[in-house]
């Protein structure tokens, strides 16, 4: 199925709850996670349910690269129950500089894709290497959200 442009239900907070079908990579003990907006549009944290601290800062890779895109195999577009190209969200893992001369770079190689309707999420490797592991980006191409005051 190609992805272009286009369990427990909530945490203790209210906030949406999605399961992984396989856990992340290097992160065996939590499959569970929610999925909040962040200050700017198109980036998101990632917050395990039982490992609070296991916490990510993912991006809509098509913000950055509009003409990014991979294809979900059978086995992938099954785990995930997706019926709809429209459930699907494709996210990226963000490496965030140690210091202000440094930039931000994204995993384009295997983002997070999610079935929004079904809460279920898979971490795949593109075979796609046109983008890499770091592939640097801009978070200024992420406007500010207004309807989010940003952190302290």
């Not at 079904?118 to 191409?141: G, M, Y």
């Amino acid at each position: 199925m190609p992805v272009s442009a286009a369990g427990k239900d909530n945490d203790s907070t209210g906030t949406p709850v999605v399961t992984f079908v396989t856990p992340l990579w290097g992160f065996p003990g939590c499959t569970e996670y929610t999925l909040q907006p962040a200050s700017r549009d198109g980036v998101w944290w990632l917050q395990g349910v039982t490992a609070p601290h296991d916490t990510f800062v993912l991006s809509d890779p098509f913000i950055a690269h509009p003409e990014y895109g991979f294809d979900l195999s059978q086995s992938e577009t099954d785990q995930l129950q997706v019926e709809s190209t429209t459930d699907v969200l494709a996210l990226v893992m963000l490496a965030l500089p140690g210091s202000t001369s440094d930039v931000v770079t994204a995993n384009f190689r295997a983002p997070l894709v999610f079935n929004l309707v079904k809460r279920r999420a898979i971490q795949i490797v593109c075979s796609n290497d046109r983008f890499s592991l770091q592939e640097p980006i801009s978070l200024a191409a992420y406007p500010p959200r207004e309807d989010i005051a940003p952190q302290a």
